[in-house]
């Protein structure tokens, strides 16, 4: 049996949205050390990976490792019923392969129960292993106006394209352009690169994964040549959120 609790409900919100938005199914592994749930897209463009730390919860326990796959739509489904005032509280039944996402009134103690029937876990998903040279710490808020900005002009592509200490971003599609440089301290909070490094990502897959960026204030962006993008959230409760949008081809 697992059983867990959480008390931040509008910021898992968000999370479970995006992973909804990556693939159906999520593998979820509980162990000691915390929750994670992985979704790999059925075109295996885009790799979420949500890690809940045991830090994050306010109760944590389990009597053993359980690895399960639970249907994402669902999962998402039931956290929008969440609100400000509830608290999660999260059980896993191995008998009956049922997950239980409960919300508890913080005032009331008054629960709303949801029951998700699981599935056999899935072999692990791994991340990919790559050394990927441009590292960008940027405010989560001005990723999006970004993707905005080339979704504007009908782009299905936008192209990175980082230097010593900026980055640079365009898109088109006739007869528009759209271009845009973004230097350190204005708004990059930082940036990290040996500059040369450029790729393309199709940008519906940076919109599915920019969804998080309204839980979070900053993010951070690395990609190196023509290499997978991988984007991090990371989340006051010491949760992350890793995900990986392979580049554009063609």
């Given at each position: 049996?697992?059983?867990?609790?959480?008390?931040?409900?509008?910021?898992?919100?968000?999370?479970?949205?995006?992973?909804?938005?990556?693939?159906?199914?999520?593998?979820?592994?509980?162990?000691?050390?915390?929750?994670?749930f992985k979704v790999l897209s059925p075109d295996k463009l885009i790799l979420a990976v949500f890690?809940?730390?045991?830090?994050?919860?306010?109760?944590?326990?389990?009597?053993?490792?359980?690895?399960?796959?639970?249907?994402?739509?669902?999962?998402?489904?039931?956290?929008?019923?969440?609100?400000?005032?509830?608290?999660?509280?999260?059980?896993?039944?191995?008998?009956?392969?049922?997950?239980?996402?409960?919300?508890?009134?913080?005032k009331t103690g008054v629960p709303r129960v949801f029951e998700i029937q699981t599935m056999p876990g899935?072999?692990?998903?791994?991340?990919?292993?790559?050394?990927?040279?441009?590292?960008?710490?940027?405010?989560?808020?001005?990723?999006?106006?970004?993707?905005?900005?080339?979704?504007?002009?009908?782009?299905?592509?936008?192209?990175?394209?980082?230097?010593?200490?900026?980055?640079?971003?365009?898109?088109?599609?006739?007869?528009?352009?759209?271009?845009?440089?973004?230097?350190?301290?204005?708004?990059?909070?930082?940036?990290?690169?040996?500059?040369?490094?450029?790729?393309?990502?199709?940008?519906?897959?940076?919109?599915?994964?920019?969804?998080?960026?309204?839980?979070?204030?900053?993010?951070?962006?690395?990609?190196?040549?023509?290499?997978?993008?991988?984007?991090?959230?990371?989340?006051?409760?010491?949760?992350?959120?890793?995900?990986?949008?392979?580049?554009?081809?063609?």
């Open positions: 049996m697992l059983r867990a609790s959480h008390a931040n409900v509008s910021k898992l919100k968000y999370v479970a949205q995006t992973l909804a938005k990556v693939g159906d199914e999520a593998l979820v592994l509980a162990g000691a050390d915390g929750l994670v890690r809940m730390p045991l830090a994050s919860f306010e109760e944590y326990h389990l009597d053993e490792e359980y690895k399960f796959t639970v249907r994402t739509d669902r999962v998402s489904t039931a956290m929008k019923r969440g609100t400000r005032n509830d608290i999660l509280e999260i059980e896993y039944d191995p008998e009956t392969n049922i997950l239980r996402l409960i919300f508890r009134d913080k899935l072999s692990d998903i791994p991340e990919p292993k790559v050394n990927l040279t441009t590292k960008i710490l940027m405010g989560a808020d001005d990723f999006k106006h970004i993707l905005s900005d080339a979704k504007a002009i009908g782009a299905n592509v936008i192209t990175l394209e980082a230097e010593l200490d900026a980055l640079k971003a365009y898109a088109s599609e006739e007869p528009f352009e759209y271009r845009g440089v973004f230097k350190r301290d204005s708004p990059l909070i930082d940036i990290e690169s040996p500059g040369g490094d450029k790729a393309s990502y199709l940008l519906a897959a940076l919109q599915a994964a920019a969804k998080p960026a309204s839980a979070a204030e900053q993010l951070v962006l690395e990609f190196s040549d023509n290499m997978p993008m991988k984007l991090v959230y990371r989340f006051p409760g010491g949760e992350d959120l890793y995900l990986w949008i392979a580049p554009a081809i063609g």
